[in-house]
């Protein structure tokens, strides 16, 4: 049957002496199958969109800063001020072995517009960072030139700077080499030793670019604070959760700055896990709304090649039947109906599946080639694995829309057919 060069001509002359309905059927799965193939790879960009929040930070870490007090404690007043210090950098190494890195922070910046930074007639208003070398294993950086901070920086209190490409771009010429060149920090020196690039992109990406990041050690010397710890970044273990981590740091923090255990606002903290997982479930979600709708949109349109199937059936009744009484088996009679079915929709579904990926890609390339950047929507894209398993889906549904129009042709007894009018 299927090498049988009559069958496949009486197949095609079959579908063509309908031709209006021939189309309408194989329209209605060649929308089926466009529409999930739309969907997911709107479903794609919008995912990667979201995830690339996160492509810049080690998606098991956390964040802790602290607030004044809500709760009076041991004789303290509610809304007292504490801070960190260096000894809790200590403690936390020493009492929560499932902390991998640790990186202590203090912060000053010119988010208010305030020039803090200059170099000759230059200057500019940036993030100065003091940070621990272990900072760059939590927030992912691209070292453009030169290197990070190091643990010699930290021992020697080295006045050195890594600065953003932002700030690059403010205080340097566009072919200036700025390692080795020296920047005026809130009236301090500093030496610059590497230039970094955000991991990701879009407005946070760029605010990160316009950072100075300094030695820790150096920072507290510097700039007068002291023992003083702004907040902490943590990365835990693997397999360790990272909100284990921070229900142990917080608990232990608590206890050494005096903080009553109830009091659930005197540290901030943010938990890149905890919302890394509530986007990877969300899109999981949002995944299996795509395939219930498109699928069933699928299923609408090969339903509609069964019925279609069926009324040929009947059409050709008398065809059947003669074909019976000369010798065709009932096996010949089914092969060639199912045969039709899914030539129909496997034919009409490459199509949809064509367009589908067509539109996609072409909607990914405009947007590149547009340069525009929407962070929430991202690379559109057909995972071609998805691909296959539309199209696998289509012939399997193929082979069901031919079964019952099939079932329906082989229990006609051809006497009966032969007297059909």
């Given at each position: 049957m299927i090498f049988d060069r009559d069958s496949w001509q009486e197949i095609a002359h079959?579908?063509?002496?309908?031709?209006?309905?021939?189309?309408?059927?194989?329209?209605?799965v060649f929308w089926g199958i466009f529409l999930l193939l739309i969907m997911v790879g709107a479903?794609?960009?919008?995912?990667?969109?979201?995830?690339?929040?996160?492509?810049?930070r080690a998606t098991n870490s956390v964040y802790i800063w602290t607030r004044p007090t809500t709760i009076p404690y041991k004789g303290f007043p509610i809304g007292r001020r504490f801070y960190f210090n260096n000894d809790d950098i200590k403690a936390l190494r020493?009492?929560?072995?499932?902390?991998?890195?640790l990186g202590p922070r203090n912060q000053m910046g010119g988010h208010r517009g305030v020039t803090n930074v200059t170099r000759g007639l230059k200057d500019g208003a940036f993030s100065i960072n003091g940070d621990y070398p272990e900072y760059r294993l939590i927030q992912l950086l691209q070292i453009k030139t030169g290197r990070f901070i190091?643990?010699?920086d930290m021992r020697d209190r080295r006045k050195v700077a890594v600065i953003g490409t932002r700030v690059r771009e403010v205080l340097f010429e566009k072919e200036e080499n700025p390692i080795g060149e020296h920047i005026l920090v809130k009236g301090v020196y500093f030496k610059v030793v590497g230039v970094f690039a955000a991991n990701s992109e879009g407005d946070e990406a760029e605010e990160e670019t316009q950072t100075v990041f300094i030695p820790f050690t150096t920072f507290q010397h510097a700039f007068n604070f002291g023992q003083r710890v702004s907040w902490f970044s943590i990365t835990s273990q693997p397999d360790v959760p990272a909100s284990v981590v921070e229900k142990r740091a917080i608990a232990l923090l608590a206890k050494r700055h005096q903080v009553s255990p109830e009091d659930q606002t005197a540290f901030g903290r943010y938990n890149v896990e905890k919302e890394y997982r509530k986007m990877v479930n969300l899109f999981k979600g949002i995944n299996i709304l795509i395939w219930f709708v498109g699928t069933f949109t699928l299923i609408a349109g090969v339903i509609g090649v069964s019925n279609i199937m069926l009324i040929i059936v009947k059409e050709r009744?008398?065809?059947?039947?003669?074909?019976?009484?000369?010798?065709?088996?009932?096996?010949?009679?089914?092969?060639?109906?199912?045969?039709?079915?899914?030539?129909?929709?496997?034919?009409?579904?490459?199509?949809?599946l064509v367009a589908g990926v067509g539109i996609i890609?072409?909607?990914?390339r405009a947007l590149t080639a547009a340069g525009t950047r929407i962070e929430t929507f991202k690379n559109p894209e057909i995972d071609l694995?998805?691909?296959?398993?539309?199209?696998?889906?289509?012939?399997?549904?193929?082979?069901?829309?031919?079964?019952?129009?099939g079932k329906k042709a082989i229990s006609i007894k051809p006497v009966e057919a032969i007297r059909d009018d």
């Open positions: 079959t579908l063509k002496k309908n031709k209006l309905r021939s189309f309408l059927t194989a329209f209605g479903g794609t960009g919008l995912q990667n969109g979201a995830m690339d929040n996160f492509s810049d020493q009492n929560i072995p499932e902390i991998l890195h190091n643990h010699l009744t008398r065809e059947i039947g003669i074909r019976r009484a000369i010798g065709a088996t009932p096996l010949n009679i089914l092969t060639q109906i199912m045969t039709e079915s899914v030539l129909l929709t496997a034919v009409s579904g490459y199509m949809g890609e072409l909607l990914s694995r998805v691909a296959i398993m539309a199209l696998s889906i289509l012939v399997i549904c193929g082979v069901l829309a031919g079964l019952i129009p």
